[in-house]
Nanobody, 129 residues
Framework: VQLIESGGGFVQAGASLRLSCAVVGRTFRTYTIGWFRQAPGKEREFVAASSWSSWTGGRIHYADNVKGRFTIERDYNKNDVSLQMNSLKPEDTAVYYC????????????????????WGQGTEVSVSS
């Protein structure tokens, strides 16, 4: 599985950006796709995920600090998972990564970066005040 992020950029506070994660290879539908971010000097942080489990189907998860501002969308026809980011804040500045893993569904699992197998190269988002 190969993950290719795009859509990062440099914006002012209050602006919007849309990140895209193109998933190449294998069975896209069965993978949980998560978005994480890492700011300089900080640990990698969960942002949002579109999870899939053969037992319970699909679910959407958000970190509390992006809920209501960010929206994750999954396009099964295009094998793409996008992250629409609105009302951006300077604290959203980070390198954003998408990741893929199998059978990740519970909230405490989809938020753990160690549970994901495949990672993209990252795309930078910088928000100025």
């Amino acid at each position: 599985v190969q993950l290719i992020e795009s859509g990062g950029g440099f914006v002012q506070a209050g602006a919007s950006l849309r990140l895209s994660c193109a998933v190449v290879g294998r069975t896209f539908r069965t993978y949980t796709i998560g978005w994480f971010r890492q700011a300089p000097g900080k640990e990698r942080e969960f942002v949002a995920a579109s999870s899939w489990s053969s037992w319970t189907g699909g679910r959407i998860h958000y970190a509390d600090n992006v809920k209501g501002r960010f929206t994750i969308e999954r396009d099964y026809n295009k094998n793409d998972v996008s992250l629409q980011m609105n009302s951006l804040k300077p604290e959203d500045t980070a390198v954003y990564y998408c990741a893929a893993g199998l059978d990740l569904q519970a909230s405490d699992i989809v938020t753990d970066p160690k549970k994901y197998t495949y990672w993209g190269q990252g795309t930078e988002v910088s928000v100025s005040s």
